[in-house]
């Protein structure tokens, strides 16, 4: 007996007949695909000299396939910004009206937007490697021999395999088809698989649930219907990120507010003060410049592109930016069980005969079953592996039913030894057993084991007709071991400790499947449900989830359903799954997470792809997207609170016709140790910080009154030196005692930032403190950025006012957190 239907080198399996093969030519209308007659194409596929003649006339599948943008998007999207414009301008300005001090602030954005540069471009190396590992090979047909071969590689008439599980990656003719189930929902919206017979066309972005075959690509490149779509959701893409989204508000808002300041600066440093030129130009450069929050973007490009650096290191390929941001905003993970909480292969530990079936006769079916199937799941692999198929056996296969996830339950039917014929049925008990068979209480026993089960069972009539099932007489219990994944008992632990409710959705029995979780010490375990009793209702079944941890005999269609039902009720769902069964869950989860091992379709709709198949990654996913969030959350902080005081200043400066108190390199110095250096170490440091809603609302209750209190500090320290410094240099006296003012808040901002401390915390901030100090003291710096304290009284004023000030902002933080609890 044969073990596979179909063979590269086209022979024919006894007791089959060879699927009628169509011609690669075809035509499709991919909108209204119809079936059409065509001339046979070679079971062999091309042969050397046709694929050569083809890439020869550029009939080549040639879309590129990236997952990371170039590094020509990469230079455009850091250089040409709205606010890169606006401070090169008033860089270029500067080099010609002022000193080289007053335009360091030019230096510090080329500087700032290299480093960002780089950073991406690492991110994309590691991406590109990592998609070249994951990257789904079909597997073609040249010369009668089957190959796997890069998707770029394929040529128009290439004769392409199909087996569940695969991707359809080019448009096409099914030429072979063995009980072909394709599922278009990705491009139709339908839900139900579409069984596909010789010339069928199929479409790419679709994929095989069950069966198997082969089709003749017949449009290749861009004119595959679905040849766009990939490219875009291969590409390094910003999907839906409330980090992005609401940096993009925060930038809104300071355009807004900055616009009218600096014309207004403009006007009152130019025309109404009568002041010299040039130093009325540097002071306007001086207060337009900090308005800008020119690092928060890079900082954000930079902590995102550094986790993907950082993953990529643990095998772990991140499609979409934004998945390392969604993953540790989830409240919800939702496992399949096989491949996350179990390894993929399984063993066979006992086969029971039922209804006095003969052994030796089940060895035999058992054998054939395993035989018939030429891409067998891991259960039927079981089978094959404890009970190969012997040599010269004489049992044939006159027709097959592949697993189908939707059905439960494999078929085959034979012609035995003896020339009789036999109809054999392998999948779940309790779907191919009547619901109150007496056999179903000695399942539930093992299934409480943690152990499968699985029913072979002689079905009354073919595979033809509606009700398979209906009727079939039990023969043998086969009852099977799961390999747990050693480390998946710390993985559930974790997303327990970090307050992640963990649902498992398996096809699999449901007490068998809570008994499993329960040996990993997954909490609620015990609360099981069968998926056949959820209620139909969208919110009767969320309450029903909420309530239970594990399900068993889920659809992949109620995969789909429970996902969108937890959303309903505001949860944030990751979902995680290696099967064809998953794709549609994954898709719509809020993140997909897919095994290296999983199916071609299933890598393709996830946001991550865990490419050493590791369920123990997930946990450095969640802590990357936690170091972000956080990180990014106390960033934005700092400097919004500059924005803050900047445009305040600016405002307090036009009301009161005064010169503006600071030229840039003032600013540029504050910047850089309150701001810049501060915030570069603390978007990068580890944060475990539970992920909250609501940045936009979070950074501004805290960035306002921080930003208030050090403008006004800033603005009344400026007031009392101008009534008590006359004469040569009393404007960079009143600078300076200014600048020492809003030095020290700032600080004290910084300090509430930097906290909880650690080591490197308190060294963080008393360096930038020292470092202030010493250009205080050292004379050249001094002269170097136009700052001398003159005298005690207005240096201890402001020191005072300052001191004042940081415990308004203590006052104030303390209060928010106090109304605005975590």
């Known amino acids: 007996m044969k073990h596979r239907a179909l063979h590269s080198s086209g022979e024919q399996t006894p007791g089959r007949t060879r699927p009628a093969m169509i011609d690669a030519g075809s035509e499709l209308d991919p909108v209204h695909p119809m079936k059409l007659p065509a001339p046979v194409v ?38 040409f910004t709205r606010f890169n414009l606006i401070i090169g301008v008033l860089w270029l300005v500067m ?48 010369d009668g021999v089957a190959a796997e071969i890069s998707t770029s590689e394929i040529v128009l008439g290439d004769l392409i395999e199909l087996g569940p599980g695969d991707k359809v990656v080019v448009d096409g003719t099914v030429a072979e088809a063995d009980s072909l189930e394709i599922d278009e929902s990705l491009l139709t919206g339908e839900a139900d698989p579409v069984v596909k017979q010789a010339g069928d066309p199929v479409m790419s972005g679709s994929f095989v649930v069950a069966g198997g075959g082969a089709f003749s690509a017949t449009k290749v490149g861009r004119e595959a219907y679905a040849a766009q779509l990939a490219e875009e959701a291969s590409r390094f893409t910003l999907v839906r990120s409330e980090l992005r989204s609401g940096i993009s508000t925060i930038l809104k808002y300071v355009t807004w507010m900055m616009v009218p ?83 993929g292969g399984m063993d066979v530990t006992e086969v029971r005969a039922l209804n006095g079936t003969d052994e030796a006769y089940l060895r035999q079916v058992l054998a054939a079953l395993g035989a018939s199937d030429p891409r067998p799941n891991a259960s039927l692999q079981a089978i094959i592996d404890a009970y190969p198929s012997p040599d010269g056996e004489s049992w044939r296969c006159t027709q097959a039913l592949p ?32 619901e109150r068979d007496t056999a179903l209480g000695e399942i539930e026993r093992l299934n409480e084991q943690g152990l499968r089960v699985l029913l072979l069972a002689r079905a009354r009539d073919g595979l033809d007709g509606p009700e398979i099932a209906a009727g079939a007489e039990p023969a043998a219990l086969i009852v099977l071991e799961q390999r747990l994944r050693p480390d998946a008992g710390r993985t559930l632990q974790y997303f327990a400790d970090q307050r992640v409710a963990t649902k498992i959705i398996s096809g699999d029995n449901a ?7 329960g040996k990993l010490g997954l909490p609620g375990a015990e609360h099981t449900l069968d998926a056949r009793r959820l209620p139909a209702a969208p919110d009767e079944m969320a309450t029903a989830i909420e309530e239970s941890t594990v399900f068993g005999r889920v659809t992949p269609q109620q995969k789909q359903k429970m996902v969108a039902a937890l959303q309903s009720r505001g949860h944030t769902v990751a979902m995680t799954g ?13 993140i997909g997470v897919s095994m290296g091992s999983g199916s071609e379709a299933t890598r393709a709709v996830a946001q991550i792809v865990l490419l050493d198949n590791s369920f123990a990654t997930l946990p450095s996913v969640v802590a990357e997207g936690r170091r972000v969030i956080g990180n990014i959350t106390r960033v934005a902080t700092l400097f919004l609170t500059k924005t803050v005081y900047s445009v305040l200043l600016a405002i307090l400066v036009v009301c009161f016709q005064v010169e503006y108190p600071f030229l840039p390199r003032h600013l540029t110095l504050l910047s850089t140790l309150t701001i810049g250096i501060p915030a570069f170490f603390l978007a990068l440091a580890p944060n475990k910080e539970r992920a909250r809603p609501h940045f936009v609302r979070r950074v501004m209750r805290y960035s306002v009154p921080s930003g208030v209190i050090a403008g006004v500090a800033t603005f009344v320290t400026y007031l009392i030196a101008r009534h008590h410094y006359t004469g040569t240099g009393a404007l960079d006296a009143e600078t300076s005692a200014a600048t020492l003012t809003l030095f020290l808040v700032s600080m004290w901002v910084l300090a509430i930032i930097a906290r909880p401390y650690t080591w490197w915390r308190i060294v963080l901030v008393a360096a930038m403190g020292g470092a202030f100090l010493v250009v205080l003291m050292v004379p050249w710096l001094q002269n170097f950025f136009a700052l001398k304290l003159v005298g005690a009284v207005i240096p201890w004023t402001a020191v005072g006012m300052a001191v004042v000030a940081a415990a308004a902002v203590e006052f104030v933080w303390r209060l928010v957190s106090r109304r605005f609890p975590v």
């Open 42 to 79: 070679s079971p062999d596929g091309l042969t050397a000299a046709e694929v050569a003649e083809r890439i020869a006339r550029g009939e080549v599948n040639d879309v590129p396939v990236r997952s990371s943008r170039s590094v020509r998007e990469i230079v455009r999207a850091n250089v």
């Open 95 to 142: 080099l010609f009206v002022a000193p080289f001090q007053d335009s360091l602030f030019g230096y510090v954005i080329i500087a700032n937007t290299g480093i960002g540069i780089v950073q991406e471009w690492r991110a994309k190396r590691t991406l590109d490697s990592l998609a070249v590992i994951g990257e789904a090979k079909p597997t073609v047909r040249r």
């Open 261 to 343: 300041t600096a014309i207004g600066l403009v006007i009152s440093q130019l025309v109404v003060k009568n002041d010299d030129v040039k130093d009325s130009i540097a002071r306007t450069a001086g207060g337009i410049v900090p308005m800008i929050p020119e690092g928060l973007v890079l900082l954000t490009s930079v902590a995102f592109a550094i986790g993907v650096v950082r993953l990529g290191r643990k095998q772990c390929l991140v499609q979409e930016l934004p998945a390392i941001e969604g993953l540790a905003r989830v409240d919800v993970v939702c496992l399949d069980k096989t491949g996350t909480l179990t390894e």
């Open 403 to 434: 697993f189908s996830s939707a059905r439960k339950y494999s078929g085959a039917a034979f012609t035995e030894g003896d020339g009789r014929a036999s109809t054999w049925l392998l999948g779940a008990p309790d779907v191919l057993l009547p």
């Open 511 to 517: 007490v068998s499947v809570g008994a499993v979780a």
């Open 578 to 590: 290696d099967g064809v069964n998953d794709v549609l869950a994954l898709k719509d989860a809020d």
